[in-house]
């Protein structure tokens, strides 16, 4: 029984990519629930394109601090609450709005453009997401293990990693990538699939 709840304060990468996949089918199913009585006549997924195809005016390197202040302002409130308890709930809460978003906008392009919005939804994240998603599944793990540390149980949290310096610094590596495909190539690759798809 002991053996049970230490396991549960591991928080693996198992266990955030089961959170992020439970979050992600929480936002496929809000996207159908919510569609047809308040989605539909927004067209939200629609605005959001074309929110995203608007950066193309700025030039890659005002988009590349654009992304940066965002995404990096984010990260690194997180790796200051590492050192707090309150590092474990908010890795715990970028995990479930990555998961809820992903979701939400993939089903809500199914819903609105067909089939081939599915291509065009898949494409808002690529190839940026190759990075994001591996790279906050493993770096929340070891934040939210440093966090836990701070809390009560802290005698039921298991060091995962060999090297969780070096596992953090890779994941840093991956967000810096990931940020730098999405001011690069996203905006050339997102281009180029509605201009194939035509769902404007």
């Known amino acids: 029984m002991e053996n049970r709840k230490i396991s549960v304060w591991k928080f693996t990468p198992e266990f955030f990519l089961v959170l992020f996949l439970a979050a992600f089918g929480v936002g496929v199913v809000g996207a ?14 629609g605005i959001y394109m074309l929110f995203q195809l608007s950066k193309e005016e700025l030039s890659t390197k005002e988009y590349f ?19 707090s308890v309150w590092g474990l709930p908010l890795a715990i809460l970028t995990v479930l709005i990555l998961g809820l978003f992903l979701g939400g906008i993939l089903a809500l392009a199914v819903l609105q453009f067909g089939v081939s919005g599915m291509a065009g939804g898949a494409a808002l994240f690529l190839p940026q997401g190759l990075c994001y998603l591996p790279a906050t599944i493993f770096l929340m793990g070891e934040l939210a293990r440093k966090s836990a540390s701070h809390l009560r149980f802290q005698g039921k949290v298991k060091k995962i990693s060999q090297n969780p310096l070096l596992v953090v610094a890779l994941c840093l590596g991956g967000y810096i990538l990931g940020i730098l ?11 180029f699939v509605l201009e194939k798809i035509k769902i404007f």
């Open 32 to 45: 159908n629930l919510f569609w047809e009585p308040y989605l539909q006549q927004g067209n939200v997924l």
């Open 65 to 83: 601090f654009y992304i940066l202040k965002y995404r990096g302002g984010w990260l690194f409130m997180c790796l200051l609450g590492s050192f």
């Open 181 to 191: 495909l999405e001011s690069y190539v996203n905006p050339i690759f997102l281009n």
